[in-house]
């Protein structure tokens, strides 16, 4: 695969999966709504720490992709 058509990919990719992934958290927030539901402190903590330990993840993967060997600029 010619990296024009990777970067294309990668695009196509990030874009639909970032758009759904702000949905999903979205509704996930919806969740807050105490009309509707019944939940306590430590509900929201469980969900924000699974939601927070996915996203260090995310990072790190993402982080292994760059070069460690690099200096800091401006």
Same mark, same amino acid.
């Given at each position: 695969? +010619?990296?024009? =058509?990777? #970067? /294309?990919? *990668?695009?196509?990719?990030?874009?639909? #999966? +970032? $758009? &759904?992934?702000?949905? =999903?958290?979205?509704?996930?927030? $919806? !969740?807050? $709504?105490?009309n $509707?539901?019944? *939940? =306590?402190? %430590? @509900? +929201? #903590?469980?969900?924000?720490?699974? !939601? @927070?330990?996915?996203? &260090?993840? !995310?990072? %790190?993967? *993402?982080? /292994?992709? #760059?070069?460690? @060997?690099? =200096? *800091?600029?401006?």
């Amino acid at each position: 695969m +010619v990296e024009r =058509d990777k #970067r /294309q990919k *990668f695009e196509e990719l990030a874009e639909k #999966r +970032v $758009n &759904k992934a702000i949905k =999903d958290l979205r509704l996930i927030g $919806n !969740l807050s $709504n105490r009309n $509707n539901y019944s *939940f =306590d402190e %430590g @509900d +929201v #903590r469980k969900i924000m720490k699974a !939601l @927070d330990e996915e996203m &260090k993840a !995310l990072k %790190g993967r *993402f982080a /292994q992709a #760059r070069p460690s @060997d690099q =200096d *800091f600029k401006l």
